[in-house]
């Protein structure tokens, strides 16, 4: 509807809205020509017995609009955006559309020869595939070569995580290491670790099969959940892995998501994704790359008197390559650029997947990184404001919407 550019004149339109029991969720303003406004009113409908008196009041309403003077009065329709998941059982429906699965593997992964590791991943893929939003996470009973594998990695990063792994990072590890059964010869049960996360900073972690679409996957973020692989890398090459395992998954991710801000932080990612477009989409990919994969932030150090780089990102914290190649102060050494946290630069750049990042974003804090990112979602052009009510696992939305049809897998 269009409004003269005059002091009260939307309290008296809204008088309407109150007098018909018209229940406001949203309402956007735009300057429109002339010095006038246009205004977008979102309505519940809600209130009233029954359909008849729901349509009776707004008609009424509409009647009383139109004699009052308000000019261009138009009825649009809901609003279509892409299809999100909006009750977190509807995370069955994207859980199993994985880009690749079980024994797929590409011709360079060090198992690709390998048919008894093919069919130990399908097995384990087959745990993700039947798992339900509202089961336990199945038990896995870790053969010897991939605890081995567990176990070289672990040794190799626990040095370096007292010298560059951020303080959550730390703190929330000794905690896993006492509620979850974390140790250097024991792969802990994702059961274990979901069950220790709801009850600290309610986020879950759900089975899956392989890797998700970035869509589906940050979906999940908005619902506290976070998509986890259960498979692990090939023994030949313990420290080696093309893709995201249950070693990169609860060594790199899973300690983090036991830090409040972190998980805010996250999920804020998360409900930004929800009915966003493609484009906005791989915005919000890119910011999480740079954060929750490969972020830094600064740490005040009492032993040098000054702040020092530390880690945040699951890429760097499970990696020992990189985390030393991000962090080092050796100057004679290659180093990367390190640039201050910006989500409007990280939203266009560009990364390289199978070789070390030669650019980091670094955070005064991760409330810093949290804050910032809040405000870029805020800024993105969204179709709605979401928030998540974790009494009811249900998604909020302030406007009426209609979510297209899910596209197939």
């Known amino acids: 509807m269009e409004l003269p550019n005059r002091v009260g004149i939307l309290h008296d339109v809204l008088r309407f809205f109150w007098k018909f029991d018209v229940n406001i969720r949203r309402i956007e303003s735009r300057p429109s020509k002339f010095g006038k406004f246009d205004f977008f009113v979102d309505v519940e409908r809600t209130n009233g017995s029954d359909e008849d008196e729901k349509d009776e009041r707004l008609e009424n309403l509409l009647t009383s609009l139109e004699e009052y003077g308000v000019e261009k009065l138009l009825i649009l329709g809901e609003k279509e955006v892409n299809w999100f998941p909006r009750h977190i059982s509807e995370l069955d429906m994207i859980a199993n559309r994985t880009l690749d699965a079980g024994s797929d593997l590409e011709a360079d992964h060090p198992?690709?020869?390998d048919q008894n590791y093919r069919k130990r991943r399908q097995e384990l893929a087959d745990f993700a595939l039947n798992h339900t939003w509202n089961k336990p996470i199945a038990e896995i009973k870790y053969?010897?070569?991939?605890?081995h594998c567990w176990t070289s990695v672990w040794d190799q990063m626990e040095p370096l995580w007292e010298k560059f792994a951020c303080t959550p990072y730390l703190r929330s590890l000794e905690l896993m290491k006492e509620h979850c059964n974390y140790t250097r010869t024991t792969i802990p049960q994702q059961k274990d670790i979901s069950i220790f996360l709801e009850?600290?900073?309610?986020?879950?972690?759900r089975p899956v099969a392989g890797l998700l679409t970035s869509r589906d996957f940050l979906n999940g973020l908005a619902h506290r959940t976070f998509f986890c692989t259960q498979y692990i890398r090939h023994h030949s090459k313990p420290l080696y892995t093309p893709e995201p395992d249950v070693v990169h998954e609860l060594l790199g991710h899973a300690p983090m998501f036991a830090d409040t801000d972190f998980c805010d932080f996250s999920q804020e990612i998360g409900l930004a994704s929800l009915g966003a477009s493609d484009e906005d989409i791989d915005k919000l990919a890119r910011c999480y790359w740079f954060t929750v994969e490969f972020g830094l932030c600064k740490e005040y150090d009492p032993v040098k008197g000054k702040d020092k780089m530390t880690a945040y990102g699951a890429g760097l914290l499970s990696s020992f390559?990189?985390?030393?190649?991000?962090c080092r102060e050796n100057e004679n050494s290659e180093k990367p650029m390190i640039v201050?946290?910006?989500p409007k630069r990280a939203a266009l750049q560009e990364f390289p997947i199978t070789t070390y990042q030669p650019l980091y974003f670094l955070a005064d804090s991760l409330s810093d990184a949290k804050n910032k990112m809040r405000k870029y979602c805020e800024d993105l052009p969204r179709p709605f404001f979401a928030q998540y009510n974790y009494q009811t696992q249900t998604v909020f939305i302030d406007r009426q919407i209609k979510r297209l049809d899910i596209e197939p897998n």
């Open 340 to 342: 201050e946290w910006d």
């Open 143 to 147: 053969t010897e070569d991939e605890i």
């Open 111 to 113: 198992g690709f020869y």
């Open 321 to 326: 390559g990189e985390l030393e190649y991000a």
């Open 199 to 205: 009850s600290t900073t309610n986020f879950h972690l």
